[in-house]
C-alpha cells in the first residue's frame, strides 16, 4: 500500500469511529429527560450563552449552570 492509500484507510476508520460515536452520543441523549435535552441542545446544538438561555427559559444562570451540570454527568454515566 502507498502512503496516500495508508492514510486515507486511516481517515475512513476514524469516520467510522466519529459515526459510531455519535449515534452512541444520540441514543443516550435520548434517555436523558426532556430538561436535560433542551439544555443541552441549547447549549452545544443551538450555541447559545448560558445568559441566553435563562433568558429563554425564564430561569436564573445559576439554574442553567447548574441544570447543564447535572445532563452532561448524567450523559456521561449513559455512555461510559
Known amino acids: 500500500q502507498s502512503e496516500t ?3 486515507e484507510s486511516i481517515n475512513q ?3 467510522e469511529i466519529r459515526e459510531i460515536k455519535i449515534k452512541e ?4 441523549m ?5 430538561a436535560q435535552k433542551i439544555i443541552l441542545e441549547l447549549f452545544y446544538l443551538e450555541n447559545l450563552s448560558l445568559k441566553e438561555i435563562s433568558e429563554v427559559l425564564e ?3 445559576g ?3 447548574s441544570r447543564l451540570f447535572n445532563a452532561r454527568e448524567q450523559l456521561k454515566k449513559l455512555i461510559n
Open 5 to 7: 492509500e495508508i492514510k
Open 13 to 15: 476508520e476514524e469516520s
Open 25 to 28: 452520543l444520540r441514543s443516550s
Open 30 to 34: 435520548n434517555l436523558l429527560s426532556q
Open 59 to 61: 430561569i436564573s444562570t
Open 63 to 65: 439554574t442553567v449552570k
